[in-house]
């Protein structure tokens, strides 16, 4: 099947992914009198003397924005809001599908950091929780920042740290599978934007070491002048034997390499340079760094892509769903490390010892176990560190 001409012709049958539908009946005077005028004045009371009630009185407790300003789009780049709406109506079907979250896109017509972050906050009093999508480095950084102070619902870019928490779970079985421990890993990370630094920095707080950061340049280099403020603070936690050069002088002897760059930049040679039982996650798409068929040819134990055509396939769909479940089940007011490691090892447990092998180191997108195992580690996660409000049941029951 050709999925590009196929996905034009269905986008074009289905006029949009997902839809509004009423959870109550309006049919009769005494019904719409309950659900609209003039009963309603009294929930909107009731919310004004405690602000806290519009978790239990209206949808907000289960409703999430996916917000892009259409600047990082997949691998199409700055292709402007309205374009990014497939994206982001494809992001909501998949919230609803796996964690039974209500998402609805908001596509921001602005590139000002300041102007964003101002929208996102005049709105947030509509929502449960605030998922960031496709929007450009650095610029993103800031933006979940400042969002991640200033609110107190939970804020959450997943390119930086759904990509973080899904290539953390394939990264805990697949050392498990080439027997190597984590904190003795050297890891090579191709990519110095959102997802790859997000990577290194989740990485270095599971135990990782030895991280050395790469971008179209070479080697990230505590001291290089050259670099901007978010490469900058990466290069001063990483590649602490102040390797220079270029990608390739970066994997001789690694562990693993993880990609999230671009086409082609990897080649057989690299990969027979780096340490035996090499771990290679070639995730660029459409095209990877380096195929998985000429990773293995060249020695890679264990090959994960971006790719749902091929085994491994690492994807942030693992990810988002549950650990928004979990967040909003419990109301919480922010989703912190704890609750996203929770999630990686929550992923990572539903391959078993007996399942576990090269070509299957994570559950498949589809694995309804893999989002309710998640959910349900967020939120206990999240009432261990204090961040529930509710430390009690959920609210969705």
Request: aromatic letters at 6%; hydrophobic letters at 45%; proline letters at 4%.
């Amino acid at each position: 099947m050709n999925y590009r001409e196929e996905s034009l012709k269905k986008h074009g049958e289905w006029r949009g992914k997902i839809e509004i539908v009423p959870r109550v009946e309006v049919d009769s005077r005494e019904k719409l009198s309950v659900a609209y005028t003039p009963g309603v004045a009294e929930p909107c009371l009731a919310i004004q003397k405690d602000i806290e009630k519009s978790f239990s009185l209206t949808r907000r407790w289960n409703t999430v924005p996916v917000i892009t300003d259409g600047t990082a789009v997949l691998g199409l780049g700055d292709i402007g809001p309205e374009a990014g709406m497939p994206v982001m109506e494809g992001k909501c079907a998949l919230f609803k599908a796996f964690g039974d979250v209500d998402a609805i896109p908001l596509c921001i017509r602005s590139k000002d950091t300041e102007e964003i972050i101002r929208t996102i906050e005049l709105l947030a009093g509509s929502f449960g929780g605030i998922n960031l999508e496709d929007i450009a480095a650095p610029r993103c950084f800031e933006i979940e920042r400042r969002l991640i102070e200033d609110l107190d619902i939970p804020v959450f870019h997943d390119d930086q740290h759904g990509t973080a928490v899904v290539t953390a779970a394939a990264l805990l079985n697949a050392a498990k599978l080439v027997g190597k421990e984590i904190g003795a890993l050297h890891v090579v990370i191709n990519g110095a934007g959102a997802a790859g630094i997000a990577i290194a920095k989740f990485l270095l707080r599971m135990g990782v070491k030895e991280i050395v950061m790469c971008d179209r340049t070479g080697i990230l280099c505590e001291g290089d002048g050259n670099l901007n403020d978010s490469k900058r603070e990466i290069a001063s936690l990483t590649n602490r034997r102040r390797l220079t050069g270029a990608l390739g002088d970066a994997m001789k002897g690694a562990d693993v390499f993880i990609g999230v760059s671009g086409p082609d930049c990897v080649t057989k040679d690299m990969v027979r340079s780096m340490a035996e039982r090499a771990i290679v996650f070639a995730c660029a798409n459409p095209t990877p760094e380096i195929s998985r068929e000429d990773a293995l040819e060249a020695g890679a134990a264990v090959v994960g892509t971006g790719s749902s055509e091929k085994p491994n396939q690492i994807n942030n769909v693992l990810v988002f769903p549950g650990l928004f479940r979990g967040a909003l089940d419990v109301r919480a007011t922010k989703i912190n490390f704890e609750m996203m490691y929770a999630a990686s090892e929550a992923i990572a447990s539903c391959v078993s010892g007996q399942e576990l092998h090269a070509d299957y180191i994570l559950p498949y997108a589809y694995d309804k176990r893999a989002h309710e195992a998640v959910a349900e580690a967020v939120a206990a996660a999240a009432r261990k560190t204090g961040v529930a409000k509710r430390s009690h049941g959920t609210i969705s029951s």
